[in-house]
């Protein structure tokens, strides 16, 4: 039992208990009168350790500015161009756009990765024969039909395209009596060139169905230039001249032609031979021979398919400039000829010194094939 000495405060702290011990507690008021009497306790109680308050939390401060962590830049991923599809002819089994029996003469389509795209059809005859021009959104080709004379075979009255096939294998090479000499006869060709196409890739050229007549690989710049032989035993009439190639970025560009295919030589040809002369060490025509020559255009017809010249020098001591000036006689008489509209292929040689002597020596000789009939 504890007794607490009286105090005047209104609460009292009870000392010297026991934890965990439970205490009856009576209180009794004094004053001046005396001491009163004891309250009845209400309860025990049991005294234990004091758990001191927790601080108080420090006042909330400005937070500090997280650090963002960089992103890593993400690495763009590279667009792979398409791989080129292989090349092959397209015929009425692969494309409905191609009618079933190939195109009618003059007609012209073009596919691009299998679809109809605009294609421009022109006729060019500067700076050479006559030659069809094909061009489509980023592309171009030219296009010509040689013969066995290697004469440009041109177009028909209705503007098509002349190609030659011989209806029997032949020879690469052969040749045609001329009267004043030999013609060599060659393969007839069709000869193509173009640009804006994939560098480094092929390009097939088709008569449909399916026969191939070559194929040649564009350079780093995406062009190609080729004399292509024409196979034998192509149906003569109307045929399907294909050109299958690959745009800059892969796709399958397909060109087809209705064309005229005919025989080499179906026309009947002829030749027109001339002489003509020139004055000591000198190239310039003279008036005799620029008659001779306007009669042997005369002679052609207008329908000159290849011409020859080859010049020549008198037989002298001095032989230093034979082939010099050999070759610019048989350059002028060209030049002339080309002047008065004969068209066609030549072949302009300077042979050197003649068999002839004097005047007769300081020549040049022509021979002109033309088409008759």
Known sequence: MFERAPSLAMSV?????????????????????????????????????????????????????????????????????????ALGPITNAESGHIPPGGLAAGASVLLSGGVPAALTIA??????????????????????????????????????????????????????????????????????????????SGIKVYVLPDVIVGEVVTDAKGAFDARLSMPPNIPVGVGTLQMDGFTADGIVQSVSIGVAVEVPGSASTDWTDQEVFFAPRSAVLTPDAKTALRSTARAARGAAVRTEVRGYVQGTNATGNDEVLSGRRARAVAAYLRALG??????????GRSADAGALGRCAEISIAYRVG
């Open 13 to 85: 702290a009870v000392t010297g208990l026991t934890d965990g011990v439970p205490y009856l507690l009576r209180v009794a008021a004094i004053n001046a009168i005396g001491v009163g009497t004891e309250a009845s306790p209400r309860g025990s109680v049991t005294p234990g350790a004091v758990t001191p308050p927790a601080p108080p939390a420090p006042a909330p401060g400005p937070s500090a500015e997280p650090t963002p962590t960089p992103s890593a830049t993400p690495t763009p991923t590279p667009t792979a161009k398409p791989t080129p599809q």
């Open 123 to 200: 006729l060019r005859d500067t700076n050479g024969p006559a030659r069809l021009v094909v061009s489509g959104e980023g592309f171009a080709m030219r296009i010509l039909g040689r013969g066995s004379l290697d004469e440009p075979l041109g177009f028909t009255p209705g503007q098509v395209l002349i190609v030659a096939s011989p209806q029997e294998p032949v020879a690469a090479t052969g040749s045609v009596q001329a009267r004043s000499g030999t013609l060599n006869e060659v393969h007839p060709v069709v000869v193509i060139s173009g640009s804006g196409f994939r560098p480094l």
């Open 342 to 351: 004969v068209a066609g292929s030549y072949i302009v040689m300077g042979e």
